[in-house]
DNA sequence: TTGATAAGTTAGTGGCGCTAACATATGTTA
DNA sequence: TAACATATGTTAGCGCCACTAACTTATCAA
């Protein structure tokens, strides 16, 4: 399918869009994307995205749904290269957060879809649970780090405390709120020393 | 100017339509909304907005510094209320932190408007002093905390790092994300609990 | 081979932001 | 008071957009 070309059926359309239209959100913002440029993009008509999607929301669904999938391996990634999970050692959760905060920086138009909600993306049941998967990725560490479960509402409270500092953080950046502090920041750093401080003793 | 009817000149258009995107804003979201309803909500053609503003940014514009003027008094009005700045006592802060939040949770669309960057309203002039003006309230808090001067830069950095915890609060509070957490959350505690343990000495 | 269906096309609708050209009210000055 | 300049309305219309209807062409299974 990859290889089709100069057929009358375009062969993928439904993702050469999805990727088009990622492409121009983070040119433009979701909001204000236009599908179709997306198809000229793609080289079809304006009206053949609606073979493959219902409306507008249903691509950006597509797209939110990719965005958090690759957001997920990131932070594994970082979580996996920054050492084991031992006593007092907070450097994987740091590294969690660090990665949701890389991952804004380099998709601020998807990562403002994911979590956004306007459009609301997070309705739709698979968007929903790729970045529930995503989010427990950093409950399971926090719990490692506890010795709780997963389950235990002392290890989600913990994480959404984290959780919370870092989405900040992205969002912070991402939109240039930080400017209006007149002085350098170092976001990552930032994260590094409120993951500490948070993570301080239990609850 | 307020009781004038019937005549052919509307009298005050500039803020009344202000006011109607507003309320639009919150209804649709600063992406969503359509200069158009605010011209039927008003009563006026949909060319009459041209008189008094150049582009629909231009009234956005107007929305954000109207925003972080009401922002700015009740973060203020519940400094005041949290009893004196001494030494240990971190609840002017937090009282601050919690008036940021409450004001996301009642104008979350101008929230949005003031700290998003899809329309970037920030780089209007006046918006982007208002702001820095409804920032300082933080800072001075903190100085005073501290027992540094505002300009101090670990100040600055103390109070960034604060800000981002409220920011992220908001944001995912208004973007319903905690959704995903399956467990119920109390923002405000949250932001106690984040602001003793992110003050926590000096850096 | 054929016939159902998937996946394209063109043409058109209504809504939008915005502009041009025009109309009317207001306020200043002769 | 008359007359002009200016502020603030109007209608008509442009180009772009999301989306639909009706039609065409390719694909695949019987």
Redesign the interface.
Known sequence: MATMKKTYHHGDLASVLTQAVRTLIER?????FSIAEACKMAGVSTAAPYKHFKEKQDILESVAKSGFQDMTEEMIEARDAAGPNEAGRAERIAAIGKAYVGFARKNPGAF?LM????P?V?ENDTV?ET??RC?SILIEEVAAHLGMTPDD?RT??L???L???????A??E??????????V?DVDG?VD??TY??L?TV?
């Open positions: 433009d913002g979701a909001a204000h403002r979590f956004g909600s306007s609301n997070k929903h970045g529930h989010f509402d989600k409270q994480s959404v405390l959780w919370t500092f870092v989405h900040g953080a969002s912070l991402i939109d240039n709120d930080y400017e209006a502090a007149d002085t920041i930032m020393l409120a401080r948070l301080n609850n």
